[in-house]
């Protein structure tokens, strides 16, 4: 982190904090890793600890670039060191500017090898004096401030060649020398250790020295023209060899190489360098002088690393000649031997220090790709595990909105269904509250009109007014037990008592109408006596239900017994009948309150049965059924002994029976009139109310033949068979309703002429809308008025009269009312008996027969559609016949009698005459005329 530049870190941050948290962590993670990777490649690209400044005077020559091999080598033992090197060819200005561009490098040493003393010493000293440790090398400066000096001893260097030269003159000769570069210390020094040591020999006489700068031509043509004029010169003193190898140039090219004695300086090895030339005998001698590369290098590290160091470092110097030259080119080769063994260990260790470099940064390149991948995948499970949370949480989220959703579609198809019931149970309700209320109504509405009521007639009406009112009564009581069961107000109050005698005396009260039924009814407990506690007035409810029930399904003769028995601590009861039983379904459902699927309501049955379950469940008791078609029932009965299930405010009832209203016998009302019918046609009654019924049937028979029948299913029987002229139905009717029936009677062509008229309860338009659909003629609405119902019913049948009227005087008419079954029924029947009027045989008979009915139908169906028999319809369609073709055609009679039926010509005539007062030619004639 500190590798990054300050502003960057925290401008960084600062934008991390305006993120999202998710889009935050990524930024971080990117952030962090590029931290990692920034500080990676700052090691990788500048990891020097030391920048080291070197200011060359030049590097042109072999002496110097010895001198910075020495250095490399050294330097290659500090891979931390920066090494700059400047080189200034030569130039002391250029030296100085050099330098200032080091000090601006802010190098942390200088070492600097001067060109001249003078001009370098001003910015060596500046340099040195803002506390750059300043490593001066070979050369001197004027000054002192330095930190240290590394370099051979130059007056010594003189000196030695000084000495060299009295040996080789022994005393006398000319000498010339040839100097350094002018100004530097090199020269001065090296010049005043020579005239030094020469000076001790007054016959040794310097003529000149020559400025050493080699580059100029002036140093050859002087010495070319100084050799020329003086050729008594006897020694050269070059103050390097390389001078020293140009004066031998000149000196062989003016013939006197080997009069002239040349010394030398530097002493290097290699071809051409000072030892080459003392072995060659070139040289007579050279001055090693050592470049001190190496030594320059080892200070200044010494001085960065505050170690101890030698501030003034005199390097040795040595004299080679012809007699140690061959040692020192035999260690020379060695040394370079070893030095290119070193170079090559050097080259080595550096193509290791690269390998492992390249390595170490491959490890810190797979370290860093780890580090992300790892970071990376960090995250990626960071998120996975936070989508997943956020995944399963949804998940959940939706099972339970699912499941909600479920359960509100359960609650409302609930509530739907329970609605649904509750609106087909409040109109079963109102259909069962209607007919009694027809049967007070009506008998109460006749005998208010009538002037006189004989006492027998008022009698029956009482009775049945009585006993639809009773009827009445029960049913708003088990409305009332119904609600407040609904409402959860429902209570026990029980007491204890004998429940034998109380059953018995509920049996007791049925017996008469067992009596007169001829039913066997018996109660047979399996003891005398038995103490329940139990809440009377609802045990007695439920026992007469269950023996109504009973009563209703079972037939004259049958048997109902009660019978009642302990077992495990309980008491059994068991009403048992043979009556009509019940379908597995109706089984299922007895004790369902409203509807069940299709299945019609019973309020009887269905209320009544109801409530004993509630008031059973009360007892903590339980009530079932079992029961089988055509074979008979039983319902029984559990309820618990002693008290101990019964809290102390269920046990503060009275062990009285309080009674229940049991059904008034039928058998009671006389159902018949004595008045003397006046019969007006067939009508058929149909309706499941026995009461109903029965009195339907005494009100309509004064004017009718009455059939009566209590199911549309055996109805429909009875229609086939007479084929009544008027169908009164109820519409709610177990099994096939008196809407399906209508369907039925309408959709016949056997029955689709004959009226029907439906009873419905009060404002069952749907009913209404529907019976019309299916084609009911009129409509009654219960509880009704007999009247009513009568003129309903003679209207029905003189609309009935105008259609024959209309259908016998233009049968095949097409217009007008009248239903299709109907017309397409007179179309098929005209048309047969046209196909067959040449035939004398066709008949009834023959007809009935085609037209897939019995003779009966027929004669039925045609009386109610053209009011006329079928006979008399044969006969009309052959009469039409013959005045058609006696219009028409000039046939004779008795073409005319044979075409239409007649046997011989005369019974023709006769016949024709009878129906139409005119004889067959008498018709002909007028016809024509007219
Ligand atoms: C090279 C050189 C050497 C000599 C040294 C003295 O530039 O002239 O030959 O020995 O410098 O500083």
């Known amino acids: ?144 401030q330095y930190t240290a000096y590394v370099g051979a001893d130059n007056v010594d260097v003189g000196r030695t060649a000084g000495v060299y030269a009295n040996q080789l003159l022994q005393g006398t000769g000319n000498v010339v020398e040839i100097g350094e570069s002018p100004g530097s210390s090199a020269d001065i020094d090296r010049h005043r250790g020579f005239m030094e040591a020469i000076g001790v020999h007054p016959g040794i006489r310097l003529i000149t020295k020559l400025e050493g700068d080699w580059d100029k031509r002036s140093f050859a043509d002087r010495l070319t023209s100084l050799l020329t004029a003086k050729p008594t010169i006897q020694l050269i003193f070059a103050q390097n060899d390389r001078t020293a190898l140009k004066a031998y140039k000149v000196c062989r090219g003016l013939g006197l190489e080997k009069q002239v004695k040349i010394i030398g300086v530097d002493g290097l090895p290699g071809q051409n360098e000072g030892i080459d030339l003392v072995d060659r005998g070139i040289l007579s001698a050279t001055v090693l002088y050592p470049t001190g590369g190496k030594e320059a290098i080892r200070t200044a590290m010494a001085i960065l690393k505050k170690q101890p160091f030698k501030r003034e470092n005199k390097l040795p110097i040595t004299l080679i000649d012809s007699a140690n030259v061959r040692i020192m080119k035999f260690q020379n080769e060695k040394v370079v031997e070893q030095q290119v063994d070193i170079e090559k260990q050097q080259r080595r260790i550096n193509d290791l220090n690269q390998i492992y470099s390249n390595q170490k940064n491959t490890l810190y390149f797979t370290l860093a790709s780890l580090l992300i991948v790892m970071l990376l995948g960090g995250w990626a499970l960071y998120l996975y595990r936070s989508k ?26 609930q509530a739907r269904l329970a609605t649904e019931e509750k609106l087909r149970f409040y109109s079963y309700i109102s259909h069962e509250f209607n007919t009694p209320l027809s049967l007070i109504l009506t008998p109460t509405e006749e005998l208010l009109q009538k002037k006189t009521v004989n006492p027998s007639e008022l009698k029956n009406n009482l009775l049945l007014i009585q006993k639809n009112a009773y009827r009445l009564l029960r049913l708003v009581d088990q409305m009332l037990d119904l609600r407040k069961t609904d409402a959860g107000k429902q209570r026990l109050h029980t007491a204890e008592q004998d429940l034998i005698a109380f059953i018995r005396d509920i049996v007791q009260d049925f017996l008469p109408k067992a009596k007169k039924r001829r039913i066997d009814l018996q109660f047979i407990p399996a003891q005398q006596t038995l103490p329940v506690w139990f809440d009377s007035e609802k045990l007695d409810k439920v026992i007469v239900n269950l023996l109504s029930n009973a009563f209703k399904y079972t037939p004259g003769g049958g048997l109902i017994h009660v019978r009642l028995s302990v077992i495990d601590e309980q008491v059994q009861i068991q009403v048992t009948d043979n009556g009509e039983g019940m379908t597995p379904d109706e089984q299922a459902h007895a004790f369902d309150l409203f509807f069940s699927g299709s299945r019609p309501f019973n309020l009887s049955k269905g209320l009544g049965l ?127 309703t008196g809407l399906q029936l209508t369907q039925r009677v309408k959709a016949d062509l056997r029955t689709s002429h004959i009226p029907v008229i439906l009873l419905t309860a009060q404002g069952q338009m749907e009913q209404r809308i529907e019976g019309t659909r299916v084609g009911a003629d009129a409509y009654i609405t219960k509880p009704f008025n007999t009247q009513y119902l009568l003129e309903t019913i003679r209207t029905t049948l003189t609309n009935r009269e105008k259609w024959q009227r209309r259908y016998a005087s233009d049968f095949l008419s097409q217009s007008g009312g009248g239903n299709r079954q109907d017309k397409k029924f007179l179309n098929e029947l005209t048309a047969l008996i046209e ?17 897939g009915l019995s003779r009966v139908q027929l004669y039925r169906k045609v009386q109610a559609l053209l009011n006329m028999n079928v006979m008399d319809y044969l006969t009309d369609v052959r009469l039409k016949r013959a005045k058609h073709l006696l219009r028409e055609t000039t046939k004779p009679m008795a073409e005319i009698a044979d075409e239409t039926g007649f046997n011989s010509a005369a019974y023709f005539t006769t016949f024709f005459k009878q129906h139409t007062q005119k004889t067959p030619s008498d018709y002909r004639k007028s016809s024509v005329k007219a």
């Open 1 to 144: 982190m500190n590798s990054l530049p300050a502003g960057f870190a925290s401008h960084s941050l600062t934008y991390l904090h305006k993120l999202a948290p998710e889009q935050r962590q990524l930024r971080y993670c990117l952030f962090v890793l590029l931290c990692v990777f920034m500080g990676g490649c700052r090691q990788t690209n500048s990891g020097k600890a030391y920048r080291i400044g070197f200011s060359q005077r030049t590097e042109a020559d072999t002496w110097r670039k010895t001198m910075r091999a020495g250095m490399n080598r050294e330097l290659s033992f500090y891979p931390d060191v920066d090494f700059i090197v400047k080189d200034a060819g030569g130039q002391s200005e250029r030296q100085a500017r050099q330098i200032q561009e080091l000090i601006d490098q802010k190098v942390d040493l200088l070492i600097v090898s001067p060109n001249a003393a003078r001009p370098i010493t001003p910015i060596v000293e500046k340099a040195y004096q803002q506390g750059i440790p300043v490593v001066i090398l070979d050369r001197r400066t004027d000054s002192d």
């Open 388 to 413: 997943q949370i956020a995944y399963q949480t949804l998940e959940r989220q939706n099972q339970e909105i699912l499941d909600q959703k479920n359960q509100i579609e359960i609650v409302s198809a």
């Open 610 to 736: 109801a409530l004993s379950m509630e008031f059973i469940q009360l007892h903590q008791g339980d009530i079932n059924v079992q029961s089988e078609k055509d074979k008979g029932t039983t319902f029984t009965i559990l309820l618990p002994l002693g008290n101990k299930h019964l809290s102390p405010s269920e046990m503060n009832g009275s062990p009285t029976r309080q009674q229940s209203l049991i059904d008034l016998d039928d058998d009671d009302i006389d159902a018949t009139d004595s008045k003397p019918a006046k019969q007006l046609g067939t009508l058929l009654v149909i309706e499941d109310n026995d009461d109903l019924r029965a009195f339907l049937s005494t009100r309509l028979s004064n004017e009718f033949e009455i059939i009566a029948e209590a199911s549309a299913e055996k109805g429909w029987e009875r229609i086939l068979d007479v084929i009544p002229d008027l169908i009164v139905s109820d519409v709610m009717l177990p099994g096939m």
């Open 835 to 851: 196909q067959n009027l040449g035939d004398p045989a066709f008949g009834v008979e023959k007809l009935s027969r085609d037209m």
